[in-house]
């Protein structure tokens, strides 16, 4: 199994920056890609963005490119997720979730493993 922890949340200033990080153990070495994810309250979990474990090939969602910056550190088992211009929207719990077959996905039942999630906070 793939366990996953998320953390660098909490309560920014609009137009303020975070830094999310992934930190991954367990059987990695079966993980493809990693995607992260997010929810607010009353709202479906959406997709954000996702990253492959080789190529570094990535996908963003419309709401966040330009903004958010994926990437890894693969000898460390970690994603990052910069996040830059955070408006209030984007307040949500992150959650980040491991891929295991090949190509990158935008669907959660596509992914295998998920962390707890980490809050982020984005005042007005």
């Known amino acids: 199994q793939v366990q996953l922890v998320e953390s660098g949340g909490g309560l920014v200033q609009a137009g303020g920056s975070l830094r999310l990080s992934c930190a991954a153990s367990?059987?990695?070495?079966?993980?493809?890609?990693v995607g992260w994810f997010r929810q607010a309250p009353g709202k479906e979990r959406e997709f954000v963005v996702a990253?492959?474990?080789?190529?570094?090939?990535?996908y963003y969602a419309d709401s966040v490119k330009g903004r958010f910056t994926i990437s890894r550190d693969n000898a460390k088992n970690t994603v990052f997720l910069q996040m830059n211009s955070l408006k209030p929207e984007d307040t949500a719990v992150y959650y980040c979730?491991?891929?295991?077959?090949?190509?990158?996905?935008?669907?959660?039942?596509?992914?295998?493993?998920w962390g707890q999630g980490t809050q982020v906070t984005v005042s007005s």
């Open positions: 979730a491991a891929r295991l077959d090949l190509g990158v996905a935008a669907t959660r039942n596509e992914y295998a493993y």
């Open positions: 367990g059987r990695t070495y079966s993980v493809h890609s």
């Open positions: 990253i492959s474990w080789r190529g570094g090939i990535t």
